[in-house]
């Protein structure tokens, strides 16, 4: 069946680098977009962005830019999501979630999710 | 960016109750709206995608609905484990946006 499975939780110090990962399995893997997603405690949902498995081309949301990196590889069906100078406020569970085939931008299956807690 | 505007943000129904969330999208995004269920420790699970679809699994008690930039979710027969927190998402136009979120419980 269609599986996302994530990296295990993290513990990082303001101003480090967390980088997640994200193997899907069941499917073709570079049919699909890939979406990363965060929830901070308390929150609701936040888009992070996107990447296309097929060509490795992302787009993030504007807050982003320039901290997080968003990579695949194709070899092993994984893709990852690197976010750097960590802030306390990025503490939140990171989820990656998979594209719908007809409508990329909605997001059909989902991992089960990666907390990051920053702390001093 | 498309801002998603969710009500209302938490409500509590008895079983077998008719519940209905909206979200109004602050421009046309035509039918490119999710709707999804969050429950605490578990990964959001879609429930209907392009406004109306029903995603496969999910019970037909759950619906969707739209009218100009106004979308609706309904659960027409409330049930103990619909509790959850329910966000739509526009799926039109980049950065992608969710709702606040409306959190259902039971009376």
């Known amino acids: 069946q269609v599986q996302l499975v994530q990296s295990g939780a993290e513990v990082k110090k303001p101003g480090a680098s967390v980088k997640v990962s994200c193997k899907a399995s069941g499917y073709t893997f570079i049919r699909y977009y890939m979406h990363w997603v965060r929830q901070a405690p308390g929150q609701g949902l936040e888009w992070m962005g996107i990447i296309n498995p097929s060509g490795g081309s992302t787009d993030s949301a504007q807050k982003f830019q320039g901290r997080v990196t968003m990579t695949r590889d194709t070899s092993t069906s994984t893709i990852y999501m690197e976010l750097n100078s960590l802030r306390f406020d990025d503490t939140a569970v990171y989820y990656c979630?998979?594209?719908?085939?007809?409508?990329?931008?909605?997001?059909?299956?989902w991992g089960q999710g990666t907390t990051v807690t920053v702390s001093s | 960016d498309i801002q998603m505007t969710q009500s209302p943000s938490s409500l509590s129904a008895s079983v077998g109750d008719r519940v209905t969330i909206t979200c109004q999208a602050s421009r046309d995004i035509t039918n490119y709206l999710s709707w999804y269920q969050h429950k605490p420790g578990k990964a959001p699970k879609l429930l209907i995608y392009?406004?109306?679809n029903l995603e496969t699994g999910v019970p037909s008690r759950f619906s969707g609905s739209r009218s100009g930039t106004d979308f609706t979710l309904t659960i027409s027969n409330l049930q103990p484990e619909d509790v959850a927190t329910y966000y739509c998402q526009q799926c039109d136009n980049f950065p992608l946006t969710f709702g606040g979120g409306t959190k259902v419980g039971i009376k």
């Open positions: 979630a998979r594209g719908l085939e007809a409508r990329p931008y909605g997001m059909g299956v």
């Open positions: 392009d406004a109306f």
